[in-house]
């Protein structure tokens, strides 16, 4: 760039801009595959680096400041940065091209040559594939990602050649306009270059990145849940725990009610599946999978390791299974928990029909196509109500929620219910999952909650008015004998009516009639399990072990 027009810091200036906008329709594209085609995402890539070398308590902070979308937010950051980084590579493209060395890559105006955008794509795409995903733990050019290396130099290509192309594109479609205020380019030429056919493709490639953003943006939007009420604090807390017994003997006899009435405010009892709460660690686009080809290998410390497709597997016995699905992450009276009736295959059928399992076998891998795993101990995957589950509800599982196979495990967490199952492997070793390595709880035994739906706020409580406090607990496959409710801060407890859950392994819906005085209520919830366990009233973050604590709310009635 010979241009006496610039100076060291317009050429930069100049660049910068062109590498920005460049850079941000770039990164839509790869987005856009992404979600399309599952190819590499280098946001995704970052983010689960970021994740894996965070110390768990900075983790834990972030999640308690920016709540069940912090993931949406880290994504976000790191796509600005991408964008960034793509202007700030056109800035110094810009200084390094000002060397007479280079003078034959623009022109005198300074014009960049379309070789610059070649150059460009192919520095960007070794250092990608060569420091960037390496670093990353993905291995060079993506050896280790779901979509592999071929697949990932390809749309690291495609994806590099789009900004390399655009950068050179935009910077020189600025100079015009710059010139043009400069009066050194008649103003009919301008015209001319603005209706020329490359800015009409530009312009197509913007709408196209705009759609793209719509679309990402309605992903996010309509996939987020929020958490209301909260855990009880300060005096009434402790109040709460001086008069905690953990244990109740003689256990209650759950006392269902056959005229227990569905509330308005109150869950139903079965969430539908596009309501069925949505939890992956994936930032921004989940696996697609197409069935056809899909299949699942069983292998590891077993005699006769075996691959089934998508018909196999659904031709073998199945059993129908109610079960409530909960989220490490979900805070005390938070939303990341739903119930549905699922159907599926014993994982303990599935082993069996891979001959013995070899002596000293401790755990059992599930493997994702989304590169996430996690593990269970032997005796849990060959409980009768593990299941791989290839149906939600009535229908074939939503690709959301792991179509076409996705694990079962009632009683522990929902992170351990790997979705996308691609492999299952029985291993001799202490395997640790995607959310171990992060610091969470390998067993994850589900802590006992309990959950205030109405009243939330949302009608005005009138005094004499007859009205319902409801709500659900959940035990993870322990069942539920009481829940009890306090209209006083927890001083004094009154048991609640329950209905008859489909099974033990689901959330049990309670409600209890009120007649309201004028004044101000703290209403407390707790439950207690059939074997006699009161709920926690500690309260205690998600990270590392699941929250506890008592969900309370406080209402006025006028
Ligand atoms: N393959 C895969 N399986 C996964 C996850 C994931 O990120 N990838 N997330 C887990 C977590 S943390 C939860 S809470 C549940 C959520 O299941 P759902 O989205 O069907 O409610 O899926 C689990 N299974
Ligand atoms: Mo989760």
Known sequence: MQSILFSRRQRFFLGFSAGLVAGIVASLLMILFSLLLNTVSLPEVLGSTITQFMPPALFQSLHEFFGPDAKRYLFYI????????????????????????????????????????????????????????????????????????????????????????????????????????????????????????????????????????????WRFISSGVGSGGQTLSGSSASEVQQSYKAKVEPVPAPAYDGDFSQIAGLSPEITTNDQFYQVSKNLSSDPSINANGWNMTIYGEIEQPYTLNYTQLQ???????????????????????????????????????????????????????????????????????????????????????????????????????????????????????????RG???????????????????????????????????SGNKGISEVDLSLDAGKTWQPTKLKKPFSDLTWVLWEMPWQPKAGSYTLVVRAIDKEGNVQDPASASPAPDGSSGYHSITVTVS
């Open 315 to 437: 031709a073998l016995p199945m059993k129908q299974q109610y079960e409530t699905l909960m989220c490490i992450s979900n805070e005390v009276g938070g939303q990341y928990i739903s119930n549905a009736l699922w159907e599926g295959i014993p994982l303990s059928d599935l082993l069996a029909k891979a001959g013995k399992i070899k002596p000293g076998a401790t755990k059992v891998v599930l493997y994702a196509s989304d590169d996430y795993s996690d593990s269970i101990h032997l005796a849990k995957a060959l409980e009768p109500t593990t299941l791989v589950a290839v149906r939600m509800n009535g229908v074939p599982l939503p690709s959301e929620h792991g179509y076409p196979a996705r694990l079962l495990v009632p009683g522990i967490y929902g992170m351990k219910h790997v979705k996308w199952i691609t492999k299952i492997e029985v291993v001799n070793t202490d395997y640790q999952g995607y959310w171990q390595n």
């Open 78 to 217: 790191i796509l600005v940065g991408q964008c960034l980084i793509f202007a700030l590579g056109g800035g110094l493209c810009n200084l390094l091209l000002s060397q007479s060395r280079y003078s034959a890559l623009s022109d005198k105006e300074g014009h960049l040559r379309w070789a610059v955008g070649f150059w460009l794509a192919g520095i960007l795409w070794l250092l990608t594939g060569l420091v960037f995903l390496p670093v990353t733990g993905a291995g060079l050019f993506g050896v280790s990602l779901p979509a592999g290396a071929l697949n990932t130099m390809a749309t690291l290509a495609a994806v590099g050649l789009f900004f390399g192309l655009s950068f050179v594109f935009v910077q020189n479609w600025l100079l015009l306009r710059h010139l043009q205020t400069l009066g050194a380019v008649k103003q009919d030429e301008v015209v001319e270059a603005s209706l020329s056919r490359r800015t009409i493709l530009t312009r197509g490639g913007l709408w196209v990145g705009a759609a793209a953003l719509g679309v990402l943006a």
């Open 440 to 474: 969470w709880s390998d067993p994850a035994p589900i802590r006992m909650t309990s959950r205030i739906d109405t009243p939330n706020g949302l009608q005005p409580l009138k005094a004499g008015m007859p009205t319902y406090i409801a709500g659900l607990a959940f």
